[in-house]
Each structure stands twice: as C-alpha cells, then as structure tokens.
C-alpha cells in the first residue's frame, strides 16, 4: 500500500536554526508531491508543490523542498526558521497515474516548535 | 474569492448516534474531499466527490457516506457513532483535472467528540 513516512515527529528549534525535515514514500510510479503547514487552530495550508521540473521548488515563506526520485523522499528545508514557523508541517502525495482516486495521502506530520 | 466552509467547528455526539457535518467548497472548485484526521494522525481520506456522485472511496466502512449538491457544496453523515471516530473532519475542494497538481483547498474542519 502506498505510504508516506515523516521521520520526526516533534522537532525544537531557536530562531534562526536552519530546518530540515524528512518525507519519504512508498510508491514505485510517478507521484505529486506536497508540503502542507497547519498553523495551531487553522486550516491545512500548502506550502509548496511538486509534479515535474527542477526537483528544487520554492514555497512560501521561505520554504523549499528537494524532491529526490532514487531516494522517494521530498524533504523540507527552510535556511533559518522564525517563531512564526511554530505549526505542523504534513509531507502529502498524490499518485499521478490514472488508475489513482486522486487522494492525498498524508504523513503523519511533524510538529515544529521555534523557541524565541 | 471564498475559501473551504465547514459546519458546525464542533459537535459532541454520543455512541451510537447519527451526525451530519457539512462543507461548502471555494468557488469555481467541483470536487469535494473527505478526510478523518485522527489525534495525533494525518488527515485519512474517507471519500470524494465530483459532479454528484462519488468519485474515490478510501478504507472507510459504508456507515461513513456522503452528498454532494449541484452547488458543488457537501455533506459527510456517519452513523452509528464508535468512540473511535472522534476525530477533526477535514473537506477539501478542488477542480477536478486539476487536484493532482494544484493540491486542494482546505477547511477549518469540524472538531468530532463521541462519548
């Protein structure tokens, strides 16, 4: 079955550390690939996207994410993080073929917690 | 442009009952998600639908069902309420040929308590 593995499940920084987080899949075809953010009592939103292209794509905030086909893994990098980073960073994808019901399949999440 | 609404943000159910909670998707989206994202979990999809009728169905049982309407608007109804299906229930709305690669939009959810 396909699955999507985030390897931290809370993560502690001071502002201004540099942020890496793991997201890796288990699906053999092509995929979408998706970082979404859950700032405390908000909605899930997306922080960046991959489907083809440069494997280096750039979100908001200064986010990005390397997409690294041989090692299924997309993971998260931002160089410096801020107090406003503190939210829940879910790693999602989406198989692209067209056998594919089209729905996201999540990580468990990590939840990011910058110390001022 | 208006985002993903749900109703009602919270409702505490009791074992063995009926709930409905409903979603209004963001304008000019057809297709309109479910997912269960238990304490502690990612969001789980339960089902999708576009232009009506069901469109994808993850590993949910048939108690779990759901409508959409021709405004593209939704609902999930669960019944016979287990303790284990509290949860926040998240709708999600999207056009159809495009979700693969825009991703979806997402509501605030409906935070599901069963005692």
């Known amino acids: 079955a396909q699955s999507v593995s985030q390897h931290n499940h809370h993560v502690i920084l001071s502002e201004a550390a540099s942020l890496e987080l793991g997201c890796n899949y288990s699906?053999?075809?092509?995929?979408?690939l998706f970082w979404y953010v859950q700032y405390p009592g908000q909605h899930l939103q997306l922080l960046l996207k991959?489907?083809?292209?440069?494997?280096l794509v750039k979100g908001i905030k200064g986010f990005e994410a390397e997409f690294i086909k041989s090692k299924f893994s997309f993971n998260l990098r931002k160089p410096s993080v801020q107090w406003s980073d503190t939210a829940e960073y879910f790693c999602?994808?989406?198989?692209?073929?067209?056998?594919?019901?089209?729905?996201?399949?999540f990580g468990k999440g990590t939840k990011l917690s910058v110390k001022p | 442009e208006t985002g993903v609404t749900q109703s009602p943000t919270h409702l505490i159910k009791t074992r063995g009952q009926q709930v409905t909670l409903r979603c209004s998707s963001q304008?000019?989206?057809?297709?309109v998600s479910w997912y269960q994202q238990a304490l502690g979990q990612g969001p789980q999809f339960i089902f999708q639908?576009?232009?009506?009728?069901?469109?994808g169905r993850g590993n949910f049982p048939p108690r779990f069902s759901g409508l959409q309407f021709p405004n593209y608007s939704s609902e999930l109804n669960v019944n016979a309420l287990e303790l284990d299906d509290s949860a926040l229930y998240l709708c999600?709305?999207?056009?159809?040929?495009?979700?693969?690669?825009?991703?979806?939009?997402f509501g605030s959810g409906t935070r599901l308590t069963v005692v």
């Open positions: 699906y053999g075809g092509t995929v979408n």
């Open positions: 304008s000019g989206h057809n297709t």
């Open positions: 999600a709305s999207s056009l159809l040929r495009a979700y693969k690669m825009e991703g979806y939009t």
């Open positions: 991959y489907f083809s292209g440069d494997p």
């Open positions: 639908y576009y232009r009506e009728e069901e469109n």
């Open positions: 999602a994808v989406v198989p692209a073929g067209g056998g594919s019901q089209g729905n996201l399949i």
